[in-house]
């Protein structure tokens, strides 16, 4: 079979020639969307300028998205539940600064925490600072119970909670 192609934009003519792009698969249609138009515009340059222009504008469009709303609804809960994570430890150290101001016992900070089991969920949170005086317990139970309420306030601010 005989070929009938245009010499200028070089576009299949025949059955035997579109099969053949099709073969090429994804590329092959593109190809031949592209061949198309510039067949059915009267000059050439005028369709490659287009086809440019498209292809500019999808580039730009796929560049600038961030993603699907579901995406950015997933990320958002994310968030609000990490944050919401965050507040709760927040509390639990404001309730143990609460509960050790208000014990009588000779226990120190350190082991009020510990037999709450709200300092494991704690300590990776805290300062080295913080830790050491935890470690050492330099200071009496008001001081202690202070220094509690700082480093809460600390990881407020840390955690942007405030």
Not at 78 to 83: H, L, N, P, T, V
Request: contains cysteine; hydrophobic residues 45%; glycine residues 8%.
């Amino acid at each position: 079979m005989i070929s009938i192609v245009n010499t200028e934009c070089h576009v299949p003519k025949t059955f035997s020639d579109l099969a053949k792009i099709a073969a090429w698969g994804r590329l092959g249609q593109i190809a031949a969307a592209v061949a198309s138009v510039v067949t059915a515009m009267a000059h050439p340059g005028i369709a490659i300028g287009a086809i440019l222009f498209v292809i500019v504008y999808i580039v730009a469009i796929v560049l600038t998205s961030e993603g699907s709303t579901i995406d950015a609804e997933a990320k958002a809960k994310d968030r609000a539940e990490k944050s919401r994570r965050r507040f709760h430890l927040v509390t639990v150290g404001r309730s143990l600064a609460n509960g050790f101001s208000k014990s009588s016992d000779g226990r120190t900070l350190l082991e009020f925490m510990q037999g709450d089991g709200g300092y494991t969920r704690l300590r990776p949170h805290f300062s080295e600072g913080f830790v050491a005086a935890l470690q050492e317990q330099p200071a009496g139970r008001a001081e202690m119970t202070t220094m509690l309420l700082d480093e809460m306030d600390r990881l407020e601010r840390k955690w942007r909670l405030v």
